[in-house]
């Protein structure tokens, strides 16, 4: 592959549904590239990659890229139930776009994987499923892999050897995606964890890779997991962080420790660590039943 000029390319987006989440990252999450969401659990990467293969088989016109898409899973068990309440929501807005047979889950195909090695050589099959799809009416354009980090970070040892296997590995997944992407115009999102910063401010390390010179999430100091050498695999880098507010005390309600109630909500934020074509910038969200929309300041 030769390097190229991403921020003098033209290229498709994928509307993340939400006119916020939208506006923030110019369009959605951009094809021909790789997208990381990296977050701590529970703070919503899963959530955005299940409205993303919906909102993947809206028309060009509203966004979407009027295709099919590929979830790979390696973190168990598959969220089926949540992703069914999101498709009934995604069909209860969109109902006037889709005939009333239309089932937006025919449209998601599934895939597990347990090892490094065994993405890998799905990815290798890739090719010539794509060719087979680009054949329907609704071809693939979005490739999820929710997580990369569970795949390495059971798999491999903090040794030498390993690490260098790994390294290894980091560069031949990376690649085929971003060849694949090319080729066929794909949406890429891999989603990632994070893991406590322990260190000086000094120094290179995947913190420090982007826009951002600290992550918080939780009230903890976090830094993505897997390093530099996997920060310069992907393309654009989106930290989901989330904190516990509190609101205030409700007299009357006694909490387990005995004292006062106290009401607390979270707040969640999206921001661009790094990206070619994306400032450095946040946004609040919200995670309902109906899915993950931005909140306007």
């Not at 989603?191 to 995947?206: A, E, H, K, M, R």
Request: aromatic fraction near 8%.
């Amino acid at each position: 592959m030769k390097p190229e000029n991403l921020l003098h390319r033209t290229t498709e987006n994928c509307t993340l549904n939400c006119p916020v989440l939208d506006g923030f990252l110019s369009g959605g999450i951009p094809c021909n590239s790789i997208t990381e969401l990296v977050a701590e659990s529970a703070s919503g990467k899963t959530q955005l990659s299940l409205q993303l293969l919906l909102s993947s088989q809206l028309p060009t016109s509203l966004g979407g890229l009027s295709s099919s898409s590929l979830y790979i899973f390696t973190e168990f068990p598959f969220p089926s139930r949540r992703l069914h309440q999101l498709s009934l929501s995604f069909l209860s807005c969109h109902h006037s776009l889709f005939p009333p047979s239309y089932d937006p889950l025919d449209r998601i195909l599934v895939s597990a994987v347990h090892s490094a090695d065994q993405l890998f050589d799905v990815l290798s099959k890739m090719d010539s499923f794509l060719v087979s799809r680009n054949l329907t009416q609704w071809p693939v354009k979005l490739i999820v892999i929710d997580s990369i980090a569970a795949l390495f970070r059971s798999e491999f040892e903090n040794t030498p050897v390993d690490l260098k296997r790994r390294s290894s590995l980091f560069f031949r997944i990376s690649g085929k995606l971003k060849a694949l992407a090319n080729k066929f115009g794909l949406a890429v999102v891999v989603t990632n964890q994070v893991v406590d910063f322990v260190g000086s401010n000094d120094g290179l390390n995947g913190l420090k890779t982007g826009n951002l010179g600290c992550l918080y999430s939780s009230g903890r100091r976090v830094c993505p997991a897997l390093g530099l050498a996997w920060a310069n695999c992907v393309n654009v880098r989106l930290f989901l962080s989330r904190s516990e507010e509190v609101m205030g005390q409700e007299r009357g309600l006694v909490d387990e420790g005995g004292g006062d109630f106290v009401l607390r909500r979270t707040r969640r934020y999206i921001h661009v660590v790094f990206a070619p074509h994306l400032p450095p910038s946040s946004c609040e969200f919200e995670i309902v039943r109906e899915g993950v929309f931005g909140i306007e300041r």
